[in-house]
């Protein structure tokens, strides 16, 4: 059974700071705020998560708007999806116990959505919980993964399958840090963008189609933002209007799973949720009135903006199985958010392995 949700709780007001689940999001003068944040927290300690990439690129601002702080040290990992998993969230907290890291201290997750996800599920667990900020610097991070309070790791490219719904003390976001990526990566944070006018607001996708969108504004992230925070707002535990999010993710994880493990140069998040944006508004076309316009619309935008993957060829059983996995699936039947159209999603629609293979074979025969 599907259900419509009102999506009026999309609409937004511009301003410098959002509130969310009893913490704040920082965009003006944000590492300012953050100077400030770890003063009045009275920490006994903090640390800084990073991978070599944020370090190189992104830790230094963070030292020099923090002003050369002496009380804290740096945990570094590898950059990637491969270092989100229990293994590396073992290393982190080992890290922090040789740090002498206690209840008093703070977590700063500085980098992208790895770095958001497994950082804040290893000051989620520690010591049963420390408190946690995330800095992100990708766009991903900006728009996605920093906010709402999700945590989690990957099992066998399975991914965020084990982890906690825990919310951040505050974000801190700065568009400084965007200036730093290449445009692949800026492209992989765009896509979710594009989802949020998609579910939730034409007229934000019709600014983001006329946008430059290999640099995007302060005002079109803050407005991404401002989208997800209303989303997790009304429903932080993604109970109901929270699933509107997943829109694209249900076949584009599927298909980043398969990239992960198969290709030496894999798919990035935003290319592989565009792949699924793309088949399930064909599905959305099928099966709940998406207009055949409007599908044209989403492809063209989509396929205009990210490289063609070849899915030909690949065995559409393997990208079933890892549907199933979905966790959210309901009673073993695959589950995904669609479109009735441009700026309205209808959650909880079951699709068939039949139907989903044939959004595949959309997208394959483009």
Excluded at 45 to 56: G, K, S
Excluded at 102 to 122: E, Y
Excluded at 278 to 302: D, F, N, P, R
Aim: hydrophobic fraction near 40%; glycine fraction near 8%; charge should be negative.
């Amino acid at each position: 059974m599907s259900t419509v949700l009102n999506t009026d709780i999309c609409t937004i007001d511009v301003m410098d700071t959002l509130e969310s689940n009893n913490y704040n999001i920082y965009f003006e003068n944000s590492l300012g705020h953050l100077a400030s944040f770890i003063e009045n927290g009275h920490y006994s300690r903090f640390f800084v998560l990073t991978d070599e990439n944020t370090a190189q690129h992104c830790l230094p601002l963070l030292r020099e708007r923090l002003g050369n702080p002496e009380n804290f040290d740096i945990i570094e990992i590898n950059a990637g999806e491969e270092s989100k998993d229990i293994d590396f969230c073992i290393g982190v907290w080992k890290m922090l116990i040789d740090f002498g890291a206690d209840r008093q201290s703070l977590l700063i997750n500085l980098g992208g959505g790895v770095i958001s996800d497994l950082g804040g599920f290893a000051a989620s667990t520690f010591k049963r919980g420390i408190d946690f900020v995330h800095v992100p610097t990708t766009l991903l991070s900006q728009v996605d993964a920093s906010v709402g309070g999700k945590t989690g790791i990957d099992i066998d490219s399975i991914k965020n399958i084990i982890g906690t719904f825990t919310q951040p003390k505050a974000v801190f976001i700065e568009d400084e840090f965007l200036k730093t990526l290449p445009a692949r990566q800026i492209l992989s944070g765009t896509a979710e963008m594009l989802k949020h006018g998609l579910i939730c607001d034409a007229a934000y996708w019709n600014e983001l189609k006329a946008s430059d969108l290999t640099i995007p504004s302060a005002a079109l992230v803050y407005k991404s933002v401002a989208i997800k925070n209303k989303v997790v707002l009304e429903d932080p535990h993604e109970k109901n209007i929270r699933k509107s999010l997943n829109f694209g993710h249900t076949i584009g994880h599927a298909v980043e799973t398969y990239s992960l493990i198969n290709d030496e140069n894999s798919l990035s998040h935003g290319e592989a949720i565009a792949i699924g944006m793309i088949c399930e508004a064909y599905l959305s076309h099928k099966k709940i009135g998406l207009s055949a316009a409007e599908l044209a619309e989403i492809t063209e935008v989509l396929m205009d903006l990210y490289p063609r993957y070849e899915l030909k060829g690949i065995d559409t059983a393997t990208l079933i199985e890892y549907m199933l996995k979905d966790k959210k699936n309901q009673n073993g039947k695959i589950n995904c958010t669609l479109l009735s159209k441009i700026g309205q999603f209808v959650i909880d629609n079951i699709c068939t392995e039949e139907e989903l293979i044939e959004g595949l074979n959309y997208y394959a025969n483009l």
